[in-house]
C-alpha cells in the first residue's frame, strides 16, 4: 500500500497544506489541483505513480486545507497564488520538476514555468486552459463579469459555488452514476462554504480574465520536437473544450502541443488505470513533450 504523508508547510507566513509520496529519489511531480476542489482529487492518482516519482500535491492558498487569509491582507489573484505556490516549492526543497495541472491549476503552474523554466522537466495539462479561445459557453455570465464588474454581474456567479454545480461538475458525461463516490463533492462543498470563501471564489472568477491575456511567455514552454503527439485522450469537459488545445495550435503553429482530455480524477475513473502507460503519454524512455533544460 502506497503511503501518503500529509504535511504543512510555512510560506511566507501562511500554512500550505499538502500530500507527498513516492520515490524520494525519483523525479519530481508536482500536482495543481483545480476548481472547487484541493489537493484530494489526485487520492486515486497517487498511488498509480507512487512507484515511479517523487509527488507533491498542495492546497493553493483559500483552498482545502490551507491557509484561507482574509481579503484583507491577501488579494485573491492568480499571480498570487501563483507566487505562494512557487515559494513553497522553494521552502520544500524542489529545485527540477515536472507539472500536472488541471483546471485553475494550469494558470498557477503556466506562471511558474514562465519564471522558471529552467526548473520545468515536463509539462501535462489536463484540462488547463491558457486562452480566451479555449473557453465554453459556460464562461459567458463570468465573461461579463469581466467586461462590467459590478456587483449584479458579481452576484450572478454565486450559482456557480452551489452544491449543484459541484455535482455537474463529477457527475456530467457519466454513464453509470454509481462509480462517483460522493465523497469528494462533498468535501468540495464544505470548503466553498467555509465564511470567506465564496467572495474569495468570485475574485479569482474574475481574475481569470488576466490569466487568459498575460501569458506572453508560453511559446517557449510548448515543444518543438516532433516527440510531442497531438491528439485527444478521453472524454470532453464541457466547460473548458477541447478547442482550448487548438487554439493554442493556432496562435504558436510552430509548436506540437500535446492534447491530453480526460476526466479521471473526479469522477473516479483513476482506477481503471486510463492514465497510466496510455499511448498518448510519454513513457519514462521517451522523449519529452516539453522542451528539456
Request: proline fraction near 11%; glycine fraction near 8%.
Given at each position: 500500500m502506497t503511503a501518503i504523508n500529509y504535511r504543512t508547510a510555512e510560506v511566507d507566513g501562511l500554512k500550505i497544506f499538502y500530500r507527498e509520496a513516492g520515490r524520494a529519489d525519483g523525479p519530481t511531480l508536482l500536482l495543481l489541483?483545480?476548481?472547487?476542489?484541493?489537493?484530494?482529487?489526485?487520492?486515486?492518482l497517487i498511488p498509480l505513480l507512487a512507484e515511479r516519482f517523487h509527488l507533491v500535491?498542495?492546497?493553493?492558498?483559500?483552498?482545502?486545507?490551507?491557509?484561507?487569509?482574509?481579503?484583507?491582507?491577501?488579494?485573491?489573484?492568480?499571480?498570487?497564488?501563483?507566487?505562494?505556490?512557487?515559494?513553497?516549492?522553494?521552502?520544500?526543497?524542489?529545485?527540477?520538476?515536472?507539472?500536472?495541472?488541471?483546471?485553475?491549476?494550469?494558470?498557477?503552474?503556466?506562471?511558474?514555468?514562465?519564471?522558471?523554466?529552467?526548473?520545468?522537466?515536463?509539462i501535462v495539462s489536463q484540462n488547463g486552459n491558457a486562452y480566451e479561445e479555449g473557453l465554453s459557453e459556460g464562461w459567458n455570465p463570468i465573461?461579463?463579469?469581466?467586461?462590467?464588474?459590478?456587483?449584479?454581474?458579481?452576484?450572478?456567479?454565486?450559482?456557480?459555488?452551489?452544491?449543484?454545480?459541484?455535482?455537474f461538475q463529477y457527475t456530467h458525461g457519466v454513464a453509470d452514476l454509481s462509480l462517483v463516490?460522493?465523497?469528494?463533492?462533498?468535501l468540495d462543498d464544505h470548503y466553498l462554504a467555509r465564511p470567506g470563501a465564496p467572495e474569495a471564489q468570485l475574485d479569482l472568477f474574475l481574475d481569470y480574465a488576466s490569466k487568459c491575456r498575460s501569458l506572453p511567455s508560453l511559446p517557449i514552454l510548448l515543444p518543438e520536437s516532433p516527440a510531442a503527439v497531438s491528439g485527444g485522450v478521453g472524454q470532453e469537459?464541457?466547460?473548458?473544450?477541447?478547442r482550448g488545445c487548438r487554439s493554442v495550435q493556432a496562435r504558436h503553429p510552430g509548436r506540437r502541443t500535446p492534447f491530453f482530455r480526460?476526466?479521471?480524477?473526479?469522477?473516479?475513473?483513476?482506477?481503471?488505470?486510463?492514465c497510466v502507460g496510455h499511448s498518448r503519454l510519454?513513457?519514462?524512455?521517451?522523449?519529452?513533450?516539453?522542451?528539456?533544460?
Open positions: 489541483h483545480g476548481f472547487p476542489s484541493a489537493g484530494h482529487m489526485f487520492r486515486d500535491a498542495p492546497d493553493l492558498p483559500g483552498f482545502g486545507q490551507s491557509d484561507m487569509p482574509s481579503r484583507d491582507g491577501f488579494k485573491y489573484t492568480f499571480d498570487n497564488l501563483a507566487k505562494m505556490i512557487d515559494r513553497f516549492t522553494e521552502v520544500i526543497g524542489l529545485e527540477r520538476f515536472a507539472i500536472y495541472f488541471f483546471d485553475y491549476g494550469a494558470p498557477v503552474g503556466l506562471r511558474i514555468a514562465a519564471k522558471h523554466p529552467e526548473r520545468i522537466t515536463a465573461q461579463a463579469y469581466w467586461r462590467e464588474p459590478t456587483q449584479a454581474n458579481r452576484d450572478a456567479l454565486r450559482s456557480f459555488l452551489a452544491p449543484e454545480t459541484t455535482l463516490s460522493p465523497d469528494g463533492r462533498l469537459r464541457p466547460v473548458l473544450p477541447a480526460h476526466r479521471p480524477l473526479r469522477v473516479g475513473d483513476a482506477l481503471r488505470g486510463d510519454p513513457r519514462p524512455d521517451a522523449p519529452s513533450v516539453v522542451r528539456r533544460r
